[in-house]
């Protein structure tokens, strides 16, 4: 299925709503996620679900990783893009989030590519696990 201008989307919107949030604030004094989680990005990789999700620790922004096996059950890995590591414009965020389609088809799953290869910059620093 590809997108077109004015495409209706009817078919693929749901009634059913789980009812709580799939991953929530953290509430853990010291996490970089303890206030608040926003921009949930979803994508499957290696067999697994993943997502990456910005947490607010109440100072500033930076970047999580989480995985599931069902899209619902989600296991925080930690963070993956973190404020104060490097230039001065990330001193208090690093809030990323990530769009990763080679087509307009939204049947296909997106995977992060590069010259015909899987790559996920940045993902392979949350320790631990490599992917």
């Known amino acids: 299925m590809k997108v077109e201008e004015g495409m209706d989307f009817a078919a693929w919107r749901t009634d059913y ?3 709580a949030p799939l991953i929530a604030a953290s509430g853990l004094p010291g996490r970089f996620d303890s206030h608040g989680v926003d921009c949930p990005f979803v994508f ?3 067999g697994r679900y993943m997502m990456t999700y910005v947490g607010f620790d109440g100072w500033g922004y930076q970047t999580g990783l989480a995985e ?3 899209l619902i ?3 925080s890995l930690g963070t993956i893009l973190c404020r104060g590591e490097g ?3 990330e001193r208090v965020g690093a809030a990323g989030t990530w769009l990763l389609k080679a087509t307009n088809d939204l049947s296909e799953l997106p995977r ?3 010259g015909g290869r899987e790559v ?3 993902l392979s620093r949350v320790p ?3 992917l």
């Open 17 to 19: 709503k789980w009812g």
């Open 44 to 46: 499957y990789h290696r």
């Open 68 to 70: 599931s096996d069902d």
């Open 73 to 75: 059950h989600w296991r």
């Open 87 to 89: 230039s001065e414009w």
């Open 112 to 114: 992060a590519q590069e």
């Open 120 to 122: 996920l910059d940045g």
């Open 128 to 130: 631990g696990r490599g």
